[in-house]
């Protein structure tokens, strides 16, 4: 399976931005879904991440309240929308796929999309 992340940018303070991860084959219902980061000169960080079939959501504290995971079963896609940006919040986001919320456990992994955020 590949996994094909789209939708970064740039965007001012206070913006919103939509990532895409498209997946090539479907993920079975244990699966989980799950985006990070990696800024800058810093080691990668859980975002947050969506169970394929229960649909429960997880999220890192700092982007709780503001990003929002989703997914579209009908298209394999995973959606995370961005809200309130803050230049913090610049980094390469990646979507992966695991078979639990352990970062460890996430070895499927797609290529990136730069996020940046001016002030």
């Known amino acids: 399976v590949q996994l094909q992340a789209s939708g970064g940018g740039l965007v001012q303070t206070g913006g919103s931005l939509r990532l895409s991860c498209a997946a090539s084959?479907?993920?079975?219902?244990?699966?989980?879904m799950g985006w990070f980061r990696q800024a800058p000169g810093k080691d990668r960080e859980f975002v947050a991440a969506i169970r394929w079939g229960s649909l429960r959501t997880y999220y890192a504290d700092s982007v709780k309240g503001r990003f929002a995971i989703s997914r579209d079963s009908a298209k394999n896609t995973v959606y995370l929308q961005m809200n309130s940006l803050n230049p913090e919040d610049t980094a390469v986001y990646y979507c992966?796929?695991?078979?639990?919320?352990?970062?460890?456990?996430?070895?499927?992994w797609g290529q990136g999309t730069l996020v940046t955020v001016s002030s």
């Open positions: 084959g479907r993920p079975y219902s244990s699966h989980v």
């Open positions: 992966a796929r695991g078979t639990s919320t352990a970062t460890s456990d996430f070895r499927v």
